[in-house]
Nanobody
Framework: QVQLVESGGGLVQAGGSLRLSCVAS????????AAWFRQIPGKEREFVAD????????YYADSMRGRFTISRDNAKNTVFLQMNSLKPEDTAVYHC????????????WGQGTQVTVSA
């Protein structure tokens, strides 16, 4: 059974940092590209960042570039999101997703981890 489990969320003050983890089980994550998205209740899921299978290539949404860093450790079947200089508008549930294809729908999603940034 394939599972993605996110962790590392919590409550932090504006300007603070958090490191999210997404651990995969039931598959070899090195054969999947990975991404982080976030969602606020009542709004569509928003792209945050993605990373290639090897980790050599990354891409960020404009509002996160320079503050967030996506990385991965394929030996640990884990994808990370380091978030610095957090703002109240970063408050959301953060989900990781993985896919075999270069484009299109994601094959698997985690349940998400809540990040709350206080002013």
């Amino acid at each position: 059974q394939v599972q993605l489990v996110e962790s590392g969320g919590g409550l932090v003050q504006a300007g603070g940092s958090l490191r999210l983890s997404c651990v995969a089980s039931g598959l070899d994550i090195s054969t999947y590209s990975a991404a982080w998205f976030r969602q606020i209740p009542g709004k569509e899921r928003e792209f945050v960042a993605d990373i290639s299978r090897s980790g050599a290539s990354t891409y960020y949404a404009d509002s996160m570039r320079g503050r967030f860093t996506i990385s991965r450790d394929n030996a640990k079947n884990t994808v990370f999101l380091q978030m610095n200089s957090l703002k109240p508008e970063d408050t959301a549930v953060y989900h990781c997703g993985i896919r075999r294809r270069l484009v299109g729908n994601y094959d698997y999603w985690g349940q998400g981890t809540q990040v709350t940034v206080s002013a």
